[in-house]
C-alpha cells in the first residue's frame, strides 16, 4: 500500500511539473514571445537598402544631357549632440551655413505634435485650461483631402469581375451596386467623401463612367501639444546599442515624457476617435534627424568627416548621395524638366520617365544574434538593385543650341516675351530640337509652351483649310476668285491685308489673303473646316508631354449650345478663333511637307541598359495617309512660292544656300491688351523636306509685328546651320550643273 502511494505521490509531482512547464511555455511562445524573442529591441534580421543609381539623358549622338553625379550631405541627431554651439562653431568652417542657423539646427530636439484635426467647439472648450496654460495651442490647418464618388449608368458598363471589385473597394453590398448600375438617372453620387486611399484604389479599376472629384478642402480648428516644461519633463535612460564592449559604461540620453496628469487631461479630446498610445506621441516629440546642409561637394564631405573625427562631434554624419546633373547646362532645360533634391522627377522628361530613370531599389538581410552582433552561420539575403536605364533621344544637342540661340535672339532682337521652336524630320516624325525661350529682360514664367500653350495660329492655319478644300474637291489650285480688300459676312465687314483683285487659291496662299480663304472655308462649312483641322491632327495630342502636360487644339463655338455664326466660319478660314499647339501645328505641316503622311512624333530614340545595351529600340511608325499624293504635292508647291517668290508674305526667308517652302501667320487678339502670336513654318530642302522648322514668337513689340519679320531670319539661320550640320548639299551655284 505503502509502494502505491509513493508512486502516486511521484506521479503527482510529475503531473504538476509537467502542467507547470507547459504553462510557462504557453506564456513564453504565445503571450509575450516578443520580451523573449528579442529582449534587447534589436531586430533578429537587420536590412540596408542599397540604392539604385539612377540613369542619364542622352542626345541622338550619345552627348549625356542630364546625369548623377556624387554628393555629401551632413546630417545630425540633435539626441546625442552634447554641446550644439561647440559643434556649429566646427561644423561653420566647412559648410555654407551660418554658425547661428547651425547651432538652432543642432539645438532643436523636440517639436510640437499635431493630436487631432477638425475639432469642435465641445471640445475647445474642455481643454481651454490646457490652452491658456500653453501646454496646447489651437491652428486652422487645411483639411485632410477627401473625394466623392461619381456614377454615370450609361456609361459605366463593368464585365462581373469589375463589378465585384468595385462592390469591394467601396464597401457595399453587390445588390446595392447593382441597383445604382441599373438607375435611369444621368449620373448619380454612389458615395460621399471617401479617402486619398479609397480614390487611389478607385482610379487603378480604370472604369469608364466612374469619376472621383476632389471636394473643396476648408481649414479646420486643429490641436497641437506643444514640447514647453509644463507638459513634458526630460529623463534620463540608456541608449540601447548594437554592441558595447564588456564592461564598458552605458550612454545615456535625455527622453521626453509627458509630466503626470497631462495625458489623463487630454481625455476630451479623443472623443469619437480612437486614442492614440502615449509612447507613441512622447516619440514624435522627439526630432531624430536634421539635415545640415545637402549636395555637397564630395571634397568638402571628406573634410567634414575629419573634423567630425577629430573634434568628436557625436550625433553628426556624412552621408554619401548623389545629385542630378546638367552638362550641357541650360540647354533644353524646359524639355529635360528637373529633379528635386532626392532625385524624383518633377517636371518635363524628368518627370515623364522618371519610372524608367529610377530603377528599383535592392538590399541586404543580415541575421543578427539579440546582442546585435551578426551570426556568422547564417547567410545573408541579398537583392542588387536595378539600376536606371539611360534613355536615347532623339534630340541632338547641336540642333537645339542652334535653334535656341535664334530663337531666343529674336525674342531680345523685337523685345517679345517668349518664343518657342519646334525642328523635326517630316519623314520620321523625330523631334531633333524643342526649344522654349523666354524674354532676358521681362519676368515671364519659363516651362514647356511647346506643349502646353495652345495659341492662335493665323495664316498658317491657310494650307490646313486648302487641304480639305482640295481633297474635297471643293476647289482648285489655279480657280480665279477676287479680293476687293474686304469680304461683307452678315452685318460684319472683314478685312484683308491688301487689295488682291483677280486671285487664285494658290496665290490666295502665297499673299495670304484672307477674302479668299472666307470663300473656300464658307464652300467647307463648318463640318468641313472640323474635319480639315481634325484630319491634320490639329485636336489630338502628340504624345510628347506626359500626363496632364500637353494641351490639346480647339475651335471655341459662338453660342452655348456650340453652335458656329457666319462670321466663325469666315474668321476659322483664315486661322482666327483656333487654337492649337506648337508641337501639333509642326506635325500637320510634315504631312504637308512629306506628301500627305501625318508622322507620329518621337522623342525618345531607345532605352539601353547601364552596360550600354539596346533593351528597347522604337523605329519609326508610319503614320496614316491623311491626304492624297496630289492634293499633297499641290501644296507644297504652294508653301514654297510664299517663300521663292519675290512677292510672297515669306520672301525674308529665303535662302541662298537651300530652297525653302513655308507659311507666315499672326495672331492679332480679339480684343486690346490680348497678346499678338507671330509665326512661320517652313521645310527643306523643297525636293527632299530633311527637316521643318516651326518658330512663334510672343508680343513683339519692336518692328513691324509680323510673322516674317519677326521670324524668318532665325528660321533661315535655324534650317541653314542644321542642313549643313547634317551634310545636306547646299543648291549649285548659278550657271553651275546639277
Same mark, same amino acid.
Given at each position: 500500500?505503502?509502494?502505491?502511494?509513493?508512486?502516486?505521490?511521484?506521479?503527482?509531482?510529475?503531473?504538476?511539473?509537467?502542467?507547470?512547464?507547459?504553462?510557462?511555455?504557453?506564456?513564453?511562445?504565445?503571450?509575450?514571445?516578443?520580451?523573449?524573442?528579442?529582449?534587447?529591441?534589436?531586430?533578429?534580421?537587420?536590412?540596408?537598402?542599397?540604392?539604385?543609381?539612377?540613369?542619364?539623358?542622352?542626345?541622338?549622338?550619345?552627348?549625356?544631357?542630364?546625369?548623377?553625379?556624387?554628393?555629401?550631405?551632413?546630417?545630425?541627431?540633435?539626441?546625442?549632440?552634447?554641446?550644439?554651439?561647440?559643434?556649429?562653431?566646427?561644423?561653420?568652417?566647412?559648410?555654407?551655413?551660418?554658425?547661428?542657423?547651425?547651432?538652432?539646427?543642432?539645438?532643436?530636439?523636440?517639436?510640437?505634435?499635431?493630436?487631432?484635426?477638425?475639432?469642435?467647439?465641445?471640445?475647445?472648450?474642455?481643454?481651454?485650461?490646457?490652452?491658456?496654460?500653453?501646454?496646447?495651442?489651437?491652428?486652422?490647418?487645411?483639411?485632410?483631402?477627401?473625394?466623392?464618388?461619381?456614377?454615370?449608368?450609361?456609361?459605366?458598363?463593368?464585365?462581373?469581375?469589375?463589378?465585384?471589385?468595385?462592390?469591394?473597394?467601396?464597401?457595399?453590398?453587390?445588390?446595392?451596386?447593382?441597383?445604382?448600375?441599373?438607375?435611369?438617372?444621368?449620373?448619380?453620387?454612389?458615395?460621399?467623401?471617401?479617402?486619398?486611399?479609397?480614390?487611389?484604389?478607385?482610379?487603378?479599376?480604370?472604369?469608364?463612367?466612374?469619376?472621383?472629384?476632389?471636394?473643396?478642402?476648408?481649414?479646420?480648428?486643429?490641436?497641437?501639444?506643444?514640447?514647453?516644461?509644463?507638459?513634458?519633463?526630460?529623463?534620463?535612460?540608456?541608449?540601447?546599442?548594437?554592441?558595447?564592449?564588456?564592461?564598458?559604461?552605458?550612454?545615456?540620453?535625455?527622453?521626453?515624457?509627458?509630466?503626470?496628469?497631462?495625458? =489623463?487631461?487630454?481625455?476630451?479630446?479623443?472623443?469619437?476617435?480612437?486614442?492614440?498610445?502615449?509612447?507613441?506621441? =512622447?516619440?514624435?516629440? @522627439?526630432?531624430?534627424?536634421?539635415?545640415?546642409?545637402?549636395?555637397?561637394?564630395?571634397?568638402?564631405?571628406?573634410?567634414?568627416?575629419?573634423?567630425?573625427?577629430?573634434?568628436?562631434?557625436?550625433?553628426?554624419?556624412?552621408?554619401?548621395?548623389?545629385?542630378?546633373?546638367?552638362?550641357?547646362?541650360?540647354?533644353?532645360?524646359?524639355?529635360?524638366?528637373?529633379?528635386?533634391?532626392?532625385?524624383?522627377?518633377?517636371?518635363?522628361?524628368?518627370?515623364?520617365?522618371? @519610372?524608367?530613370?529610377?530603377?528599383?531599389?535592392?538590399?541586404?538581410?543580415?541575421?543578427?544574434?539579440?546582442?546585435?552582433?551578426?551570426?556568422?552561420?547564417?547567410?545573408?539575403?541579398?537583392?542588387?538593385?536595378?539600376?536606371?536605364?539611360?534613355?536615347?533621344?532623339?534630340?541632338?544637342?547641336?540642333? @537645339?543650341?542652334?535653334?535656341?540661340?535664334?530663337?531666343?535672339?529674336?525674342?531680345?532682337?523685337?523685345?517679345?516675351?517668349?518664343?518657342?521652336?519646334?525642328?523635326?524630320?517630316?519623314?520620321?516624325?523625330?523631334?531633333?530640337?524643342?526649344?522654349?525661350?523666354?524674354?532676358?529682360?521681362?519676368?515671364?514664367?519659363?516651362?514647356?509652351?511647346?506643349?502646353?500653350?495652345?495659341?492662335?495660329?493665323?495664316?498658317?492655319?491657310?494650307?490646313?483649310?486648302?487641304?480639305?478644300?482640295?481633297?474635297?474637291?471643293?476647289?482648285?489650285?489655279?480657280?480665279?476668285?477676287?479680293?476687293?480688300?474686304?469680304? @461683307?459676312?452678315?452685318?460684319?465687314?472683314?478685312?484683308?491685308?491688301?487689295?488682291?483683285?483677280?486671285?487664285?487659291?494658290? =496665290?490666295?496662299?502665297?499673299?495670304?489673303?484672307?477674302?479668299?480663304?472666307?470663300?473656300?472655308?464658307?464652300?467647307?462649312?463648318?463640318?468641313?473646316?472640323?474635319?480639315?483641322?481634325?484630319?491634320?491632327?490639329?485636336?489630338?495630342?502628340?504624345?510628347?508631354?506626359?500626363?496632364?502636360?500637353?494641351?490639346?487644339?480647339?475651335?471655341?463655338?459662338?453660342?452655348?449650345?456650340?453652335?458656329?455664326?457666319?462670321?466663325?466660319?469666315?474668321?476659322?478660314?483664315?486661322?482666327?478663333?483656333?487654337?492649337?499647339?506648337?508641337?501639333?501645328?509642326?506635325?500637320?505641316?510634315?504631312?504637308?511637307?512629306?506628301?500627305?503622311?501625318?508622322?507620329?512624333?518621337?522623342?525618345?530614340?531607345?532605352?539601353?541598359?547601364?552596360?550600354?545595351?539596346?533593351?528597347?529600340?522604337?523605329?519609326?511608325?508610319?503614320?496614316?495617309?491623311?491626304?492624297?499624293?496630289?492634293?499633297?504635292?499641290?501644296?507644297?508647291?504652294?508653301?514654297?512660292?510664299?517663300?521663292?517668290?519675290?512677292?510672297?508674305?515669306?520672301?525674308?526667308?529665303?535662302?541662298?544656300?537651300?530652297?525653302?517652302?513655308?507659311?507666315?501667320?499672326?495672331?492679332?487678339?480679339?480684343?486690346?491688351?490680348?497678346?499678338?502670336?507671330?509665326?512661320?513654318?517652313?521645310?527643306?530642302?523643297?525636293?527632299?523636306?530633311?527637316?521643318?522648322?516651326?518658330?512663334?514668337?510672343?508680343?513683339?513689340?519692336?518692328?513691324?509685328?509680323?510673322?516674317?519679320?519677326?521670324?524668318?531670319?532665325?528660321?533661315?539661320?535655324?534650317?541653314?546651320?542644321?542642313?549643313?550640320?547634317?551634310?545636306?548639299?547646299?543648291?549649285?551655284?548659278?550657271?553651275?550643273?546639277?
Amino acid at each position: 500500500m505503502r509502494r502505491d502511494s509513493r508512486l502516486e505521490l511521484v506521479e503527482g509531482f510529475y503531473a504538476v511539473f509537467l502542467a507547470a512547464v507547459l504553462c510557462r511555455l504557453f506564456w513564453v511562445q504565445v503571450w509575450v514571445p516578443e520580451k523573449y524573442n528579442n529582449p534587447t529591441g534589436v531586430p533578429y534580421h537587420r536590412e540596408t537598402r542599397l540604392a539604385a543609381g539612377k540613369g542619364e539623358i542622352a542626345d541622338l549622338q550619345g552627348r549625356i544631357l542630364a546625369r548623377c553625379v556624387k554628393v555629401s550631405s551632413v546630417a545630425a541627431d540633435p539626441q546625442m549632440v552634447a554641446d550644439p554651439a561647440a559643434a556649429a562653431r566646427v561644423l561653420a568652417a566647412w559648410l555654407p551655413v551660418g554658425e547661428a542657423r547651425l547651432c538652432a539646427l543642432l539645438s532643436g530636439r523636440w517639436r510640437r505634435v499635431m493630436l487631432r484635426r477638425d475639432v469642435t467647439g465641445e471640445v475647445v472648450d474642455a481643454l481651454h485650461p490646457l490652452l491658456q496654460s500653453g501646454v496646447l495651442s489651437l491652428t486652422r490647418e487645411l483639411s485632410q483631402p477627401t473625394y466623392s464618388v461619381y456614377l454615370y449608368p450609361r456609361q459605366l458598363q463593368p464585365s462581373p469581375s469589375e463589378r465585384a471589385d468595385l462592390a469591394l473597394v467601396l464597401g457595399q453590398a453587390p445588390t446595392d451596386l447593382e441597383a445604382l448600375l441599373g438607375s435611369s438617372d444621368e449620373v448619380v453620387r454612389l458615395r460621399e467623401p471617401v479617402d486619398e486611399a479609397t480614390q487611389q484604389r478607385l482610379q487603378r479599376l480604370g472604369l469608364a463612367g466612374l469619376v472621383v472629384r476632389q471636394n473643396p478642402r476648408r481649414t479646420v480648428p486643429t490641436i497641437w501639444l506643444e514640447p514647453v516644461e509644463q507638459a513634458v519633463g526630460l529623463v534620463k535612460e540608456p541608449v540601447e546599442e548594437t554592441v558595447r564592449d564588456p564592461g564598458e559604461p552605458p550612454e545615456y540620453a535625455l527622453v521626453p515624457r509627458l509630466r503626470q496628469g497631462v495625458w =489623463e487631461a487630454l481625455e476630451p479630446l479623443w472623443k469619437g476617435v480612437a486614442r492614440p498610445r502615449q509612447e507613441v506621441v =512622447e516619440e514624435r516629440l @522627439q526630432v531624430p534627424f536634421v539635415y545640415l546642409a545637402r549636395q555637397l561637394p564630395t571634397e568638402v564631405g571628406e573634410a567634414v568627416k575629419r573634423a567630425v573625427e577629430l573634434h568628436q562631434l557625436a550625433g553628426v554624419w556624412v552621408a554619401d548621395e548623389s545629385r542630378r546633373d546638367y552638362p550641357q547646362g541650360a540647354l533644353a532645360h524646359a524639355l529635360l524638366g528637373r529633379c528635386d533634391v532626392d532625385e524624383v522627377g518633377i517636371s518635363g522628361l524628368e518627370r515623364a520617365l522618371n @519610372q524608367v530613370l529610377s530603377g528599383v531599389d535592392g538590399y541586404t538581410r543580415r541575421t543578427i544574434a539579440k546582442n546585435g552582433w551578426p551570426i556568422v552561420l547564417e547567410r545573408d539575403e541579398s537583392v542588387p538593385p536595378v539600376h536606371g536605364r539611360t534613355v536615347q533621344l532623339t534630340v541632338d544637342a547641336y540642333l @537645339q543650341s542652334v535653334a535656341e540661340k535664334a530663337v531666343q535672339g529674336a525674342v531680345d532682337q523685337f523685345d517679345a516675351d517668349w518664343g518657342v521652336c519646334v525642328v523635326v524630320e517630316p519623314a520620321t516624325g523625330e523631334v531633333r530640337a524643342l526649344v522654349n525661350v523666354v524674354s532676358s529682360t521681362r519676368k515671364v514664367p519659363d516651362y514647356n509652351r511647346c506643349l502646353c500653350v495652345a495659341y492662335e495660329p493665323g495664316s498658317i492655319a491657310k494650307p490646313v483649310v486648302v487641304s480639305g478644300a482640295l481633297d474635297g474637291h471643293l476647289a482648285s489650285p489655279r480657280e480665279g476668285l477676287f479680293c476687293s480688300g474686304t469680304i @461683307q459676312v452678315g452685318r460684319t465687314t472683314l478685312h484683308c491685308i491688301d487689295r488682291h483683285l483677280d486671285e487664285t487659291v494658290a =496665290e490666295a496662299v502665297r499673299d495670304s489673303c484672307n477674302s479668299v480663304m472666307v470663300q473656300v472655308g464658307q464652300r467647307l462649312g463648318r463640318e468641313g473646316l472640323e474635319r480639315a483641322f481634325r484630319n491634320l491632327g490639329l485636336f489630338d495630342t502628340t504624345g510628347l508631354g506626359g500626363p496632364r502636360e500637353e494641351s490639346v487644339g480647339v475651335i471655341h463655338p459662338d453660342f452655348p449650345d456650340g453652335g458656329w455664326s457666319a462670321q466663325k466660319v469666315a474668321t476659322v478660314s483664315y486661322g482666327k478663333g483656333v487654337q492649337c499647339t506648337a508641337v501639333e501645328l509642326a506635325r500637320a505641316y510634315c504631312a504637308l511637307a512629306n506628301g500627305g503622311q501625318l508622322p507620329r512624333l518621337r522623342l525618345v530614340k531607345r532605352i539601353l541598359g547601364r552596360d550600354g545595351r539596346v533593351l528597347v529600340d522604337s523605329p519609326p511608325e508610319p503614320g496614316p495617309q491623311v491626304l492624297t499624293h496630289q492634293t499633297g504635292a499641290e501644296l507644297r508647291a504652294m508653301l514654297r512660292s510664299v517663300v521663292a517668290d519675290p512677292h510672297g508674305t515669306g520672301a525674308l526667308a529665303a535662302s541662298k544656300l537651300y530652297d525653302f517652302g513655308g507659311k507666315t501667320g499672326t495672331s492679332i487678339g480679339y480684343h486690346e491688351g490680348d497678346p499678338r502670336v507671330v509665326s512661320f513654318v517652313g521645310f527643306g530642302p523643297y525636293n527632299q523636306p530633311k527637316l521643318l522648322c516651326l518658330i512663334s514668337v510672343s508680343e513683339p513689340r519692336l518692328g513691324s509685328r509680323w510673322g516674317a519679320t519677326t521670324c524668318g531670319a532665325a528660321f533661315r539661320e535655324v534650317m541653314e546651320r542644321s542642313l549643313d550640320y547634317l551634310g545636306v548639299p547646299p543648291n549649285p551655284p548659278a550657271g553651275g550643273t546639277q
